[in-house]
């Protein structure tokens, strides 16, 4: 009987070293992000960047009409950083060189007629080359030439000149003003600049200088808003127009 209990006896198993080993599966850890200080002690997540809002044609026609400190900002922002302080007081423009400020009902001609009363007289008067009686400064060939067609009622008998740069040379206007009596010329800064280095301009005759400050292109921006206009139009200031309005011989418009 004892035998065949320790017969019965299981033999012991036999481990294959060989048999793949189970992977214990690891368990998923958690990831905090540190929160700054403000998010942490406010509670809430990041802020969103907010958009910059459009300008509306309503928001820039509560802007209002351009004003004679205007120009003096402007020319004080361009010339603060190239000159001594006593300099930029050579270049300030006194209240009795400006005309009346365009409250933006005048058409041109109704705006020159109210400013100048005398335009005819001076016309009738005068006979001197290489000069003019009135300077219009604007932005763009194409816009002389539609200040051009609103001058119709204003001008009479004066001769006007374009002053631009496209598709004139300037030899040609140079001849104009120096073969011709002229009275009027609207044209862009730059050019006017030009033919005033060249002598082609005098200003011992000049008694208007009129900016064409509130106009605004299709993107809404008027001619001081452009960078190379703004500059050109401080360097004909600089040419003797400021310290003419300074000796009270001639008068600034902004229309």
């Not at 209990?5 to 905090?32: G, H, I, N, Y």
């Not at 998010?39 to 004003?67: F, V």
């Not at 030439?145 to 006007?160: A, D, H, P, Q």
């Not at 808003?225 to 360097?235: K, L, N, V």
Request: net charge positive; glycine share 6%; charged share 30%.
């Amino acid at each position: 009987m004892l035998k065949q209990a320790s017969s019965r006896k299981r033999s012991p198993q036999v481990v294959d070293e060989q048999a793949p080993k189970l992977k214990k599966k690891k368990q998923p850890t958690e990831c905090f992000l540190a929160k700054s200080e403000e998010e942490a002690g406010s509670g809430e997540g990041p802020k969103k960047q907010k958009r910059r809002r459009k300008k509306k044609i309503s928001d820039i026609a509560e802007s209002g009409p351009g004003t004679p400190d205007d120009l003096r900002k402007m020319i004080q922002k361009c010339l603060k950083s190239k000159r001594l302080a006593i300099e930029m007081e050579e270049c300030s423009l006194p209240d009795s060189c400006f005309l009346p400020v365009n409250d933006l009902t005048h058409t041109l001609a109704s705006y020159l007629k109210e400013s100048c009363p005398k335009w005819a007289k001076l016309c009738k008067n005068h006979s001197e080359r290489n000069s003019l009686l009135m300077l219009i400064v604007c932005g763009s060939a194409h816009r002389v030439l539609e200040l051009i067609r609103l001058l119709t009622s204003f001008k009479g008998n004066c001769r006007i000149l374009k002053l631009f740069a496209k598709h004139i040379k300037v030899e040609e206007q140079v001849k104009w003003l120096r073969n011709g009596i002229n009275h009027l010329g609207i044209g862009t800064p730059g050019r006017i600049k030009t033919l005033i280095e060249q002598d082609a301009i005098s200003l011992d005759s000049l008694k208007y200088v009129i900016f064409d400050w509130n106009w605004r292109d299709q993107k809404l921006r008027r001619m001081m808003d452009i960078p190379e206009i703004q500059q050109d139009t401080i360097t004909l200031l600089e040419s003797g127009i400021i310290a003419a309005c300074r000796a009270g011989s001639l008068k600034l418009g902004l229309f």
